[in-house]
């Protein structure tokens, strides 16, 4: 995020005063809100859905902040945006509140989606367009980076490859990817007969 900022001001020096310093808060210190972290879990009883998610939400809620802009994606890995836009208010780009007692509205009341129908390649056109492509090849997303540098493995470095990125990932993170690949395509075959994949699981975990 430092290197970020420096190259925004330093190609951009008339937006200096709209950069602030960086707040940095850590994880463990965010107190618990039992209601949102129970619609958290109800959640992910049926979709994937991030850590962050919890948390980001409980941080709002502590800290009094009101619709902070997420940058959840349309397409992508994101199994939740259908359920967002289910309860979606297309002009404001934030839940339409018409379900207050939804663990959808318990969690993400807080923020708001600008570019919940932007892809990520409409976003790298429209910053090649407008000459910030530069600035958004510095962002980052790698959950698990290895020395430094994105994993090529975890679920945001998939959805990058996935959705035309491979050039942000190096060569030893491809390799990372084309296993996870293969392992998950073993595992589904696996599935097709669940007492043996049951079987499995369980010989795995006892040698472990
Ligand atoms: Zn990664």
Not at 36 to 55: A, C, N, P, V
Not at 161 to 183: C, E, K, L, N
Request: charged residues 30%.
């Amino acid at each position: 995020m430092d290197i970020i900022k420096e190259k925004l001001v330093l190609d951009h020096p008339d937006v200096r005063d709209l950069v602030f310093p960086t707040l940095l808060f850590y994880i463990n210190d965010i107190q618990p809100v039992p209601e949102i972290t129970e619609s958290y879990k109800s959640i992910t009883s049926r979709i994937h859905l991030g850590l962050q998610f919890d948390w980001l939400a409980r941080f709002c809620f502590h800290q009094n902040i009101e619709k902070i802009e997420l940058g959840v994606e349309r397409g992508g890995t994101n199994e939740i945006n259908r359920e967002l836009l289910a309860q979606f208010n297309m002009e404001t780009l934030e839940l339409d509140g018409k379900k207050p007692d939804s663990d959808i509205y318990h969690v993400f009341r807080y923020f708001r989606f600008p570019l919940i129908f932007t892809t990520k390649l409409e976003m790298k056109k429209i910053a090649h367009e407008n000459g910030f492509l530069d600035l958004m090849n510095l962002t980052w997303f790698c959950h698990t980076p290895i020395k430094g540098r994105p994993c090529g493995r975890c679920n945001s470095c998939v959805g990058t490859i996935r959705d035309g990125f491979g050039y942000r990932i190096p060569w030893t993170g491809h390799v990372r990817y084309q296993r996870r690949m293969a392992s998950e395509k073993i595992k589904n075959i696996f599935r097709k007969f669940p007492r043996f994949y049951r079987f499995l699981k369980r010989f795995k975990r006892n040698s472990n």
